[in-house]
């Protein structure tokens, strides 16, 4: 693996504790350093709170990247991408994984621990982490993303 060396944040709830604490050991066994948010166990939580979390640090560029882990992904998604700049993408297979990065320049991946594998998971985690952005013609679209609250701000 020859990933991008920066630092991590990652956070979870409840529902994915377990596979958020298998990513973290695969993401520092690859020598790359992970700030860990929580949860740290199984006992009920609100996913919006660690999604809050990871997302206003990624927002902020406290982070260059940020993994956030729930039951589907969706609340999570949900939260990350009500975030300025967060480009989260909800990924259950590789492709659009490796896709969610070299054209869309995802800095966050959502994953859903009661949707797919450990070993599936571990390999989204490993191709997202390696898969360098395109830029280009992409790098147009991502700016409209981003115009879109400047938008809403000025038909206030
Ligand atoms: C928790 O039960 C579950 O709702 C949460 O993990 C997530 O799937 C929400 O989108």
């Known amino acids: 693996m020859n990933p991008v060396k920066t630092?991590?944040?990652i956070g979870c709830d409840h529902a994915a504790f377990g596979l958020k604490e298998r990513i973290k050991a695969f993401i520092i066994d690859q020598g790359i350093k992970v700030e860990d948010i929580g949860t740290f166990n199984e006992?009920?939580?609100d996913y919006t709170d660690f999604g809050i979390r990871v997302a206003s640090a990624v927002?902020?560029?406290?982070?260059e990247r940020g993994i956030?882990?729930?039951?589907?992904?969706?609340g999570m998604s949900i939260v990350a991408n009500r975030f300025p700049g967060v480009r989260a993408a909800l990924c259950t297979e590789i492709f659009?994984?490796?896709?969610?990065?070299s054209h869309n320049d995802a800095n966050i991946l959502v994953?859903?621990?009661?949707?797919i594998g450990d070993i599936l998971a571990l390999e989204i985690v490993k191709t997202w982490m390696e898969t360098p952005f395109e830029a280009g013609r992409h790098q147009k679209r991502i700016d409209k993303i981003d115009?879109?609250?400047?938008?809403?701000?000025?038909?206030k």
């Open 7 to 9: 630092d991590v944040i």
């Open 43 to 45: 006992v009920s939580v």
């Open 59 to 63: 927002s902020k560029k406290e982070f």
């Open 68 to 74: 956030l882990i729930c039951g589907t992904g969706i």
């Open 96 to 101: 659009s994984a490796r896709m969610s990065r």
């Open 111 to 115: 994953l859903g621990g009661r949707v």
């Open 147 to 155: 115009e879109i609250n400047l938008l809403k701000f000025c038909n």
